[in-house]
Each structure stands twice: as C-alpha cells, then as structure tokens.
T-cell receptor, first 111, second 114 residues
C-alpha cells in the first residue's frame, strides 16, 4: 500500500509570508507529482505539478521543489495571501497507477 | 464546458435507505473516478472507469457500494443499504489520461446518513 505522508496538518501564515507544505512517499510508478488545492465546499483542483526531470517548477507565487533521492517534494507559496487559504493535497501515483493523495494541509493566511 | 456535474449536492437520508449519487463527466474524457472524502480518512479513491469499463474497484468499502457507467456521459454510485458511517463528501472526477492530464473534480455530494 502506497504511503504518502504530508505535513503539516495545518498551517497559519501571516499575509506576505511563505507557506511550505511537505510530502514524502515510499514508491511511485509514474514520475508525475501534483498538488491540488481545495476551497471549502468545492472539489479539489490542480494547482501545480512537476515531473522530476527538473528539481523545481515555478508558476507565479507557487513553486514545487523535488528531491528524488529523498522521495520528497514540497509546495512553497510565496507572498501568501488570504485568498490562498484552502486545503492542499499532494498526490503520488502508486504501482497500480492510482493517484494516492496525502492527508491534506489546511492553510490559513491571516491578514 | 460546464465541468463535472454531480447531483444531488446534498443528501440526507436515514440508515437503511438506498442512496444514488450521479455524475456527468466532462465531454470527451475517457476516465471517470469516484472519491470519498472524510476527516478521518482524507480523500480516497473508490473506483475508476476507463471508456465506461470499471478498471479498479479495490477502494470500494464493501458490497453495499456499487458503481455503474452505462454510457460515456453518466455514472452512478449507489449505496444500499446506507449506514451512518457512509456520511462523507463524495466526489466524481474525470480526465483525458490520469497520468498525463489533470483530474477535474466535480463539486461533490455531501451525504449525511442519520
């Protein structure tokens, strides 16, 4: 059974600060690692994803950093805004090709 | 496109009743997924279909749960009989190719079994 460990469970950041969420996995079948963002009452939506032919991918204020040898990747949100307050899930594909989600991190950005 | 459509958005039922959740995927998407989200277990994949054929139902909790996809534009998840522990938010998602493309989630059905 694929284990995906996401931390922290919750995070409070001041507006303008940096939010960092981490994800560690045991094994993966496919080199594609997404982060999903979920607002209350909504379904998750893809935020950003990385293929580890690169160690970092940046899209606006959002960056994924990937460490293949450590089997870890992280989401960095620069200049965090109250509108970023949401739950974030990392995803890892298991040997059967199914997307397994981390437990989620509830981010709250204080104004 | 309207995105993935789910109905109903909210369902309250009594233990023992049959519950049917419905999903219309994005047109042209070959893959359809059913997920369940709870505080305790997070976001779990229950079953997924490729071209209307169930591929992996290993996440279905027990025989009380069943899912069908009679055509490319419609899927149902049925719980019979329902139990209080089935209370959760159920999401349907679709994608062109889950390994290469985003999975697009619907708004979910919030189920409460009393």
């Amino acid at each position: 059974q694929q284990q995906v460990k996401q931390s922290p469970q919750s995070l409070i950041v001041q507006k303008g600060g940096i939010s960092i969420i981490n994800c560690a996995y045991e094994n993966t079948a496919f080199d594609y690692f997404p982060w999903y963002q979920q607002f209350p009452g909504k379904g998750p939506a893809l935020l950003i994803a990385i293929r580890p032919d690169v160690s970092e991918k940046k899209e606006g204020r959002f960056t994924i950093s990937f460490n293949k040898s450590a089997k870890q990747f992280s989401l960095h949100i620069m200049d965090s805004q109250p509108g970023d307050s949401a739950t974030y899930f990392c995803g890892v594909y298991n040997q059967g090709g199914k997307l397994i989600f981390g437990q989620g991190t509830e981010l709250s950005v204080k104004p | 496109d309207a995105g993935v459509i789910q109905s109903p958005r909210h369902e309250v039922t009594e233990m023992g009743q049959e519950v049917t959740l419905r999903c219309k995927p994005i047109s042209g998407h070959d893959y359809l997924f059913w997920y369940r989200q709870t505080m305790m277990r997070g976001l779990e994949l229950l079953i997924y279909f490729n071209n209307n054929v169930p591929i992996d139902d290993s996440g279905m909790p027990e025989d009380r749960f069943s899912a069908k996809m009679p055509n490319a534009s419609f899927s149902t998840l049925k719980i019979q009989p329902s139990e209080p522990r089935d209370s959760a938010v159920y999401f349907c998602a679709s994608s062109l190719d889950p390994l290469e493309e985003t999975q697009y989630f619907g708004p979910g059905t919030r189920l409460l079994v009393l």
